[in-house]
């Protein structure tokens, strides 16, 4: 099967769960309109009832479609859930990598107390909570049941490892770090990852998130600084 201005999908319908037939489906070249369509109809329904509750056809009927009509924009509701995180994942994951990089660079010169442990964290978080509001409480609150639901565990796990990372450079480099176990270091990247993320849990406006984004730095930051021998 060739197409040149369209795409086609193959898929299995089940009829009354006995029948079987196979259904190829063409999308126009108009797609782009469609599509946001689609995902603005999606986002609105996760944002409403979460992945676990919300459903194909209730997403079709929000976009004026039918559920095989629907289907030539996803694969599955997952599909539709992910590829309203796509550009927010894809932003996050640059930054991080990127602050990995400045930090890495950091921590190989002979003075790294500033530039290895600024507040970048905070600053990724306060820029991707105004741009990407929806789509980070989609993120945080209505995940459950997707590739995501682990976020927050995984995001803390990821900053447990580079902390760690970090702590020896700085012990090679004379500092008097303080011995910290993994449960204790679990416990405060957990703490303070969770703090970051309440202004968007909690519907904060961008004035109070950018006073509680403030405060979080002022009462963090002293702690790690101390726990470092800074």
């Not at 694969?75 to 990995?100: A, R, V, W």
């Not at 741009?131 to 997707?146: I, S």
Request: with cysteine; charged share 30%.
């Amino acid at each position: 099967l060739t197409l040149t201005k369209a795409y086609a999908m193959i898929r299995l319908v089940i009829i009354d769960n006995k029948s079987m037939i196979y259904e190829e489906m063409t999308v126009p070249e108009n797609k782009p309109a469609s599509h946001k369509r689609v995902l603005d109809a999606a986002k609105a329904e996760f944002l409403e009832k979460g992945f676990a509750k919300a459903s194909i056809r209730s997403i079709g009927e929000r976009a004026g479609m039918t559920s095989a009509g629907l289907y030539r924009h996803c694969t599955d509701k997952e599909d539709l859930f992910c590829q309203i995180l796509e550009p927010l994942m894809t932003e996050l994951n640059g930054y991080l990598h990127s602050h990995k990089e400045k930090s890495d660079h950091a921590l190989e010169g002979e003075n790294c107390r500033a530039e290895a442990f600024d507040n970048g964290t905070i600053t990724i978080f306060r820029s991707l909570s105004v741009r990407y509001r929806q789509e980070m409480k989609l993120l945080l609150c209505r995940a459950g049941g997707t590739r995501y639901e682990n976020f927050m565990d995984d995001l803390v796990k990821t900053e447990e490892t580079e902390m760690f990372r970090a702590f020896e450079a700085l012990r090679k480099q004379g500092y008097a770090i303080r011995e910290i176990s993994e449960k204790e270091m679990h416990m405060l990247l957990s703490a303070y990852m969770t703090a970051i993320m309440e202004p968007v849990i909690h519907d904060y406006t961008e004035e109070e998130t950018e006073t509680c984004f403030s405060t979080v730095l002022d009462f963090f930051m002293p702690g790690w600084m101390k726990i470092m021998g800074f």
